[in-house]
């Protein structure tokens, strides 16, 4: 995506400066020596700087911006990563699922499209401060009930002192147009704040239809006279999109034998209705292929999210910190069902539920979402003498309404209007909820005149989840509303870490955690079984670190080996049901995945080319491996699907002048297995990016900091196959990666 700023950790606290910042790598996209290689951090803790964000493409998504850190395995359909089911994340063990997000400390609860909060509906890069993100180890501190480790937090910018604002424009491929405007009200008194605003369109870059996404923030900041202040934030989110598929290797190439003729990266859905023999006499819309149209894939989505956040310290030696949220979602989803599906459907539960109708060709199939999700989290940190002592608790209920059901359309016509009159089976209508206690509790202790920090913490957490309604088609037919209910907890989960430095130019860190998280899919888990199927155990995990950090004049570096394992992993199959001798597919603990490999991050500034180019690098190695086998699948000892052994991103940035910089990156992976026996795997790849950013410090009246932006992705129009929907033992299907693409974005503040 052509970000080549370097990661950087948060800023060290300890006032070092007199060592530390006599050996600064400068440059516009370079961080401060003191924190551009992790700084005072007991883990791998990294940030991207707020110049790599903007210098990013405009609209690229948040998520699709972690892709720059070391470790950390990006995917996306397109090349800004704004259609939601294209998007994967993988680090170290762990997939997207088990990663934790926050937003300016509220947590994200889980990850999933279908009535998750996934982070990327809740920011827009010209509002981020900054993103840091934990691959290995989260600060105990954070809350999260998805996390398995790994931990990424969002922060917005403060509102500023001076009235004004800034503005963007940007033009690129597929029609793409985005608008963006913030608004900034100054300080009046003790108050400042600013509302922001961007609207994006653009046209699916394979096959028919579009993206679009309005987008708003809003901050009011209030300061105390003595110190801390008083936030309330709130973000809006609109989006619609129509859907692109996954295809197979067959499919892509060409040896799948596709009816339309369709293969390579642009197999899409068709922007027609096609002319198709009738397979079911009298039905003139019968013909499976139907569900190709792509008016039968759509996602709509509608997010709100209310934060209220006060920071306030009490003396000198106390502070406390809480944040109520509140959060409310709702949107729908829609997808094709064949005829002869929904026939049968319609069959099993015609005599049993009311006011079905015969279907009439292929379906409207219609999911619906919605919920509310609120919480608070408070906590107080106080300091005497060596020891900084936290401790904090969190406070979630989640509530999530998820309906499904397929419909006619009229006269059966693929094009036809929905008649939402005229249901013809029903799949869906259930209410899950999730109560969510954590407490934790940390000290960090400062011994040997300052240069050996340890922390030591634990956090308990307990999870209570129900669901209860119309789980499956099965509980229509049966004529049954279960609930259903469970819970997971364990109340010591330790977290310790230390940082030595040797002198002010380097140091070695270590830390071990252990961490419990809700089940992956939990709705899926529950709705997709009998309800005597058992539920499973939560999955857990222990992570391992150990790292160096260097810090000189023309370069620094960070080096970090790691150990992480996780147990209870999930996995869906076909197993007798306990307590009976039916046999059934539902999820089930089939054992664990080990991990190790190491990290490297560092950024250099060479003398001999007169302090005008710099590069930095990230390069990880990690391998991923089953430590068990499950039912019939002989899999122990495989390598993870979706898990790269190597992971390159590095890039270099020439200044020639104060008013122009030119970047240009390269991201490399290695080849992927794409399902548990390793049978088969996609090839890696390498995609190479560039940015030309001109204007630095040009006004033209009211406006001030002109730029002008050039973004190409993908230059050399790389050719393969990214994101992977990974399978037990038969073919995955993938999302290709997209075209090369470029974008032009005139910017200014005022």
């Not at 503005?167 to 985005?178: A, K, V």
């Not at 509302?195 to 009011?220: C, M, N, Q, T």
């Not at 990666?737 to 200014?748: E, I, K, N, P, W």
Request: proline share 5%; aromatic share 12%.
């Amino acid at each position: 995506m052509g970000a080549g700023a370097p990661a950087l950790a948060e800023e060290d606290p300890r006032g070092r400066a007199d060592e530390v910042d006599a050996v600064v790598v400068t440059g516009k996209r370079v961080s401060e020596a003191s924190v551009a290689i992790g700084t005072d951090q007991a883990t791998a803790t990294v940030s991207i700087t707020r110049e790599a964000l903007l210098s990013a493409p405009a609209g690229v998504t948040g998520l699709k911006m972690l892709e720059s850190l070391p470790g950390f395995n990006v995917q996306a359909n397109d090349a800004l990563g704004m259609y939601e089911f294209g998007n994967s994340v993988s680090v170290r063990a762990f997939n997207f699922q088990q990663i934790g997000f926050l937003l300016d400390g509220i947590p994200m609860g889980r990850s999933d499209q279908f009535g998750g909060s996934p982070i990327y509906r809740y920011v827009d890069n010209e509002n981020l401060a900054r993103v840091t993100a934990s691959a290995g180890a989260g600060d105990v501190s954070l809350p999260s009930y998805a996390s398995l480790g790994p931990i990424v937090d969002y922060f917005t910018k403060a509102p500023d002192a001076a009235a004004g604002g800034s503005i963007s424009q940007t033009l690129g491929e597929d029609n793409l147009r985005r608008s963006f405007l913030r608004l900034e009200s100054g300080r009046i008194g003790r108050l400042s704040g600013y509302v922001a605003g961007s609207w994006i369109k653009g046209d699916l870059w394979r096959g028919p239809g579009f993206i679009k996404r309005e987008h708003y923030e809003g901050k009011l900041d209030y300061a105390f006279e003595n110190g801390g202040n008083l936030t309330f934030q709130t973000v809006h989110n609109d989006y619609f999109d129509y859907d692109s598929p996954s295809i197979t290797k067959a499919q892509y190439d060409g040896t799948a034998g596709d009816l339309f003729g369709r293969k390579g990266r642009d197999f899409a859905y068709l922007g027609y209705v096609p002319s198709l023999p009738v397979t079911t006499a009298g039905v003139p819309y019968s013909n499976t292929a139907y569900n190709q149209y792509y008016k039968f894939a759509v996602n709509a989505r509608r997010d709100h999210l209310y934060g209220l956040s006060l920071n306030k310290p009490i003396g000198e030696a106390f502070e406390i910190r809480s944040t109520v949220y509140y959060e409310d979602k709702g949107g729908y989803g829609v997808s094709p069902e064949a005829y002869a599906t929904s026939l049968a459907s319609y069959n099993a539960e015609r005599l049993i539920v009311a006011g079905l109708t015969a279907p009439k060709g292929v379906q409207y199939g219609l999911s619906g979402v919605d919920g509310k999700r609120k919480g608070i989290t408070a906590g107080g940190t106080w300091r005497t003498g060596i020891h900084t002592v936290q401790a904090g608790v969190w406070l979630e209920k989640d509530d999530y309404h998820r309906t499904q059901a397929r419909y006619n359309t009229q006269n059966g016509h693929p094009d036809g209007a929905a008649l939402l009159n005229e249901p013809v089976h029903l799949q869906r209508n259930y209410v899950s909820t999730r109560e969510t206690t954590q407490f934790f509790l940390k000290d960090t202790v400062r011994l040997l005149d300052d240069r050996l920090k340890v922390e030591l913490g634990f956090k308990a957490t307990d999870i209570d989840y129900e669901i209860a309604g119309y789980r499956n088609p099965a509980d229509y037919i049966a004529q049954r509303q279960p609930r259903i209910t469970d819970s997971w907890k364990n109340s010591f989960l330790p977290q310790v870490g230390l940082v030595y430095s040797i002198n002010g130019r380097d140091q070695v860190f270590a830390s071990y955690s252990e961490n419990l998280a809700l089940p992956r899919g939990a709705d899926d888990i529950y709705s997709a079984a009998s309800p005597a199927t058992p539920g499973p155990d939560a999955e857990t995990s222990q992570n391992l670190e150990i790292g160096y950090r260097a810090n000189r004049p023309t370069f620094n570096v960070s080096v970090v080996a790691y150990y992480t394992a996780f147990d209870n992993r999930l996995q869906s199959y076909a197993s007798v049901v306990p307590g009976s001798t039916t046999t059934e597919t539902f999820f089930q603990n089939v054992g664990g995945v080990e991990a190790h490999g190491a990290e490297f991050s560092g950024q250099w500034k060479p003398e001999l080319l007169g302090g005008k180019v710099y590069f930095n690098a990230n390069l990880s190695y990690n391998r991923a491996e089953f430590e068990n086998n499950f039912g019939t699948n002989f899999i122990a000892g495989n390598v993870l699907p979706d898990f790269p052994t190597w992971l390159f991103q590095g890039g270099v940035t020439w200044e020639p002048t104060d008013w122009a910089l030119v970047n240009v990156s390269a991201r490399h992976l290695s080849d992927r297995y794409t399902n548990f026996t390793n049978t088969e795997k996609t090839d890696g790849y390498t995609v190479w990016n560039a940015y030309v950013d001109l204007g630095d410090g040009f006004g033209v009246g009211p406006l001030k900091q002109v730029k002008a932006r050039v973004n190409i992705d993908n230059i050399f129009d790389e050719d393969y196959l990214g994101t992977i929907t990974t399978t037990v033992n038969t073919a995955a299907t993938f999302r290709p990666g997209s075209h090369r693409t470029f974008q032009v974005t005139l910017s200014a503040d005022f």
